[in-house]
């Protein structure tokens, strides 16, 4: 005797389950394509890189897939997106569009969505290709990874398994039975007996009820369905994927400077300190403590440093994953307690906010853990304005800020240096406000870092790099509050 059909088995085999089946089977041949799309160009030789920051919105966006074909330094052409060893991190590619070649040969490039172009130019040597292929969002997950966004992780996970679950929802009648049909005849022909089936050997066939025939029909037209919707989401994928190449990474270069279009980075991070972790900071002070005397060094290579007595800790700050600040009045600082040492190419980077009409140095080094800072420094002056010092063989050399524009104003406001073979460059709220082009070096610095040495305010997320970031990374880091 035949076992009974079960209610799940009748779901299973329904238009509904079919349904269902049809579309997580043709979302996951999408998926397959892209990866496909996303590897193949490998066999070619090209390489291939995920895109990790928001610095070439729209035209590229953070888990983007491109694949740079190789390209000799006498064809690169303004306009173009190159892959570039990064000449601010050692190790690091960066992906961004050609700008202009300068005199000296050298390449200077910019991210779309960055307002100025990159601090640093690059050799002709360390380009690698030229982007010419976009897949789209196959990368995500090594970006959710790199940004520690655990929680995208899991969710792209479990997304993942509901949709190998929904390809398995729909079986036709006939798997559905999974040999549960037996041999009631005893003669081994597998033929379930009938008891109104006639036995003769040439008796003409039952005839199919009604509602089975239609299921039937149902599971024929969904296969076909199933193989054309496959077929069609495949071949229109590689269409798309092949039509965002080369076209969408050579569009022109527009001037970007719009507020909407500087922001079109902030899906970058969620939060400052993921912004700062990605590019790997020497030493890092939250200022987010709630309590005690310790300023612990986030960056995890254990220079912490000491809130002197009379610092506060106040609700708020500038940026989302922070729920503090540390608020000064002029008489207390930051100090590590163990001497650091920087060479002539670095990243000092600081948020403040200062109602004050007097100035005061935001970062600085000193001989003695409490002792007056001096250059290298980061400060604001009488005038409410920044200054950014480097010592050198013939005294100290500055870039401020232009006025007439004040910055005690009671916002808070990123303010970042660098120095490196690019000269001396400041930045204010991700935007480039100054800089010495002529000065490259500095003399030999040892001492001990501190923060709010004479400033009346609030400083949150002071970092240290022992490279110069790009103009791309530090609105990448404006951006990521």
């Avoid at 939060?271 to 790997?280: R, Y």
């Amino acid at each position: 005797m035949a076992t009974p059909i079960t209610h799940r088995q009748q779901w299973r085999t329904g238009r509904f389950a079919l349904l269902i089946a049809v579309s997580c089977r043709g979302l996951l041949a999408m998926l397959v394509s892209l990866l496909v799309w996303s590897v193949l160009p490998v066999a070619l030789g090209w390489h291939v890189t995920v895109v990790m920051s928001g610095s070439m919105e729209p035209a590229l966006r953070p888990g983007d897939v491109v694949a740079s074909r190789p390209v000799s330094v006498q064809q690169v052409r303004p306009g173009q997106v190159l892959l570039v060893d990064d000449p601010d991190h050692a190790g690091r590619l960066r992906l961004h569009r050609l700008v202009r070649i300068n005199p000296d040969g050298t390449l200077t490039l910019r991210g779309d969505a960055n307002p100025a172009a990159d601090s640093t130019p690059v050799r002709r040597s360390a380009v690698r290709g030229v982007g010419s292929l976009r897949v789209p969002l196959v990368g995500s997950p090594a970006y959710w990874a790199q940004t520690h966004r655990s929680g995208q992780l899991v969710e792209g996970a479990a997304a993942l398994v509901l949709l190998l679950a929904g390809a398995c929802a729909w079986r036709d009648e006939e798997d559905d039975s999974d040999g549960d049909s037996r041999d009631d005849t005893g003669d081994g022909s597998g033929i379930e007996a009938h008891p109104d089936a006639p036995t003769a050997g040439n008796a003409p066939p039952a005839e199919v009820p009604e509602d089975e025939s239609s299921i039937r029909r149902a599971a024929f037209a969904g296969r076909g369905a199933r193989l054309a919707g496959i077929g069609v989401l495949t071949f229109g994928l590689i269409g798309a994927g092949i039509a965002t190449g080369p076209a969408a990474l050579a569009a022109p270069l527009t001037a970007n400077t719009s507020s909407s279009s500087t922001w079109a980075a902030a899906t970058s991070f969620a939060g400052c300190s993921p912004a700062v972790m990605t590019d790997k900071p020497y030493a890092y002070y939250r200022l987010a403590e709630t309590s005690g005397t310790t300023a612990a060094d986030a960056s995890g290579n254990g220079r912490n440093g000491t809130y002197s007595s009379g610092v506060t800790h106040n609700a708020g700050g500038p940026c989302s994953d922070a729920s503090a600040a540390a608020t000064f009045t002029g008489s207390e600082m930051v100090s590590t307690t163990q001497q650091i040492a920087l060479g002539s190419t670095f990243t000092e980077e600081i948020w403040f906010n200062t109602t004050a009409p007097k100035g005061g140095s935001l970062i600085g080094f000193a001989n003695t853990p409490t002792g007056s800072a001096s250059d290298p420094q980061l400060s604001v002056n009488s005038a409410s304005r920044l200054v950014f010092a480097v010592p050198t063989s013939s005294g100290s050399v500055t870039v401020t800020s232009p006025g007439p524009k004040k910055y005690n104003d009671g916002a808070w406001h990123l303010v970042v240096a660098t120095l490196s073979s690019a000269g001396m460059q400041l930045y204010v709220d991700g935007v480039s406000v100054a800089s010495n082009s002529s000065t490259t070096t500095m003399t030999s610095t040892t001492g001990y870092l501190q923060m709010g040495n004479g400033f009346p305010g609030s400083l949150s997320g002071a970092a240290f790099y022992n490279t110069a970031l790009s103009a791309a990374q530090i609105t990448a880091h404006y951006n990521a509050t």
